[in-house]
């Protein structure tokens, strides 16, 4: 499939151009409104909430203490204003539950490392369908300077 924005020959299939990562996927805009809505709107229209973020070194403990307290799911863990990771509650429950030795080990042993991400401009329905695929219940959104 040739890519409309930078003329790019990719693979059939593909979502996004390898070249430029624009995806290749066209919606029909014939479907109802809610689908409409979420092809329309960009993820920057949700009222998103700050990222609570985390260093590398701090523990699991203060991690569930962080998502406890904030009553969210994920943590963002960033290194110099950097994403290196995030860490969910299926980490604390796939990864840490059955040995409570591991909370108060680094974050950085657990965390899902190099997390796929999104940003403010990308449609509810691109952020939707990376969820699906991906299997993910959180997506970071990262701002026009690659930071959470």
């Not at 299926?90 to 796929?116: C, E, F, G, Y």
């Amino acid at each position: 499939m040739i890519c409309p924005q930078c003329g790019f020959d990719n693979i059939a299939g593909i979502d996004d151009c390898e070249a430029c990562s624009q995806p290749l996927v066209a919606f029909d805009p014939s479907g109802g409104e809610l689908e409409q809505s979420i092809n329309r709107h960009t993820v920057g229209s949700l009222v998103v909430k700050n990222p609570v973020t985390l260093a590398p070194d701090q523990t699991v403990r203060e991690a569930i203490d962080a998502m406890t307290t904030n009553h969210i799911g994920a943590v963002l863990v960033a290194e110099n204003d950097e994403l290196v990771g995030i860490f969910t509650e299926r980490d604390v429950l796939n990864k840490t539950s059955s040995n409570p030795d591991r909370l108060d080990q680094p974050i950085a042993s657990h965390m899902t490392a190099a997390p796929a991400t999104i940003n403010g401009e990308d449609s509810i329905a691109y952020a939707l369908h990376a969820m699906d695929v991906g299997g993910y219940r959180h997506l970071p959104v990262m701002d026009p300077e690659d930071h959470p």
